[in-house]
């Protein structure tokens, strides 16, 4: 196989996987039916592209593949007739919307799936590594190095919540606001979860810069819904203050650097002020939460950058109340400088 195919069906799988399988699966309302219509699409690829070459646009070349397999799939199943056209439909819009440049235009779901990942009706003590896997497409062994279970283990758990959201009829959608506090502290846990991955590194610099980009992503779109969520707003906040200091995390020989040993030149001037503007907008709420405290902790730390000085007083403030708050965030919150 020539060498540049491979790298282009690895590489739209790294950056669209996620994307692809919560556009199949809230149409499909089947998580491992969308998963397996994806893998043979990217079979599929593998075998195709080196012979007719890469497509113009990969990501779309899969949702059409993906797509037919799915529908396959379904015509080999007993559903309803009615459900079977809706599905139907809904695929062959999204194929319709395709332009002849072969460009795909269709909606990201992925926040749907998030909240489909984390519904109450699946066991809490599987929503993070169900989000890792189904929405940013992590390997089921991967996420059992990360929560120290066997990869059998992890994936039997993750088969079993798969099939709980199909056999459920657990909905793909941002739930309504009565619901919603009961439904986002999961959410952005899950998320939080993600960022400390792609913080530590998965299997290298591309992946760890991927992971955190994938999860500062899903914030993102989580305010862009929710503008009002301090919590959401503070979560945000928190991700773009510890981004904003990768560059100066290492020195040149890739050792580590201590928080207060890094060079506050190194860190991102830009990032820093959108991270405190975000702060400043969350405490407007008058809703103080762990996310804005574990936000206003690394503000403080980033204030050095002007003031060449930390303010260690009301370090030791925030840390007191986020102790109340989350005990156990206070080992993530040390753990992400």
């Known amino acids: ?42 079979a599929s690829a593998l075998r195709a592209w080196p012979e007719r070459g890469i497509p113009g646009n990969p990501e779309a070349w899969l949702l059409v593949a993906a797509r037919r397999n799915l529908m396959q799939a379904t015509r080999h199943r007993t559903v309803e007739a009615k459900a079977q056209t809706t599905i139907l439909i809904a695929f062959e819009e999204a194929e319709e919307r395709m332009n002849e440049a072969g460009k795909a235009i269709f909606p990201d779901e992925r926040l749907k799936l998030l909240f489909a990942c984390t519904h109450p009706a699946i066991d809490s003590s599987v929503h993070t590594a169900l989000m890792l896997q189904t929405v940013l497409g992590i390997e089921a062994r991967t996420i059992a190095r990360t929560f120290v279970v066997s990869p059998d283990t992890m994936s039997q758990r993750l088969v079993r919540a798969k099939a709980k959201i199909r056999d459920a009829g657990i909905p793909f959608a941002v739930p309504p606001r009565p619901a919603l506090p009961g439904r986002l502290a999961a959410v952005l846990s899950a998320i939080y979860a993600a960022y400390g991955l792609g913080w530590d590194g998965l299997d290298g610099e591309e992946e760890r810069h991927s992971l955190a980009g994938e999860a500062i992503w899903l914030g993102r779109a989580l305010l862009a819904v929710l503008p009002d969520e301090p919590e959401a707003i503070g979560l945000l906040s928190l991700m773009l203050h510890c981004e904003a200091r990768r560059n100066a995390r290492r020195d040149s020989d890739g050792r580590y650097v201590p928080l207060d040993e890094q060079d506050t030149a190194a860190w991102n001037a830009i990032m820093i ?48 109340a986020l102790v109340m708050m989350k005990p156990t965030l206070v080992h993530m919150s040390a753990r992400l400088r």
């Open 273 to 320: 002020a959108e991270a405190d503007s975000l702060l400043r907008k969350a405490g407007s709420f008058n809703r103080f939460g762990p996310f804005q405290c574990q936000a206003a902790i690394q503000s403080v730390h980033a204030a050095r950058r002007l003031s060449g000085k930390t303010d260690w007083q009301a370090l030791t403030t925030l840390y007191a």
């Open 1 to 42: 196989m020539p060498p540049d195919a491979g790298r282009a069906a690895e590489k739209v799988a790294r950056q669209s996987y996620g994307k692809l399988i919560a556009f199949l699966a809230a149409r499909s309302r089947d998580v491992p039916a969308a998963e397996d219509a994806l893998s043979e699409a990217l």
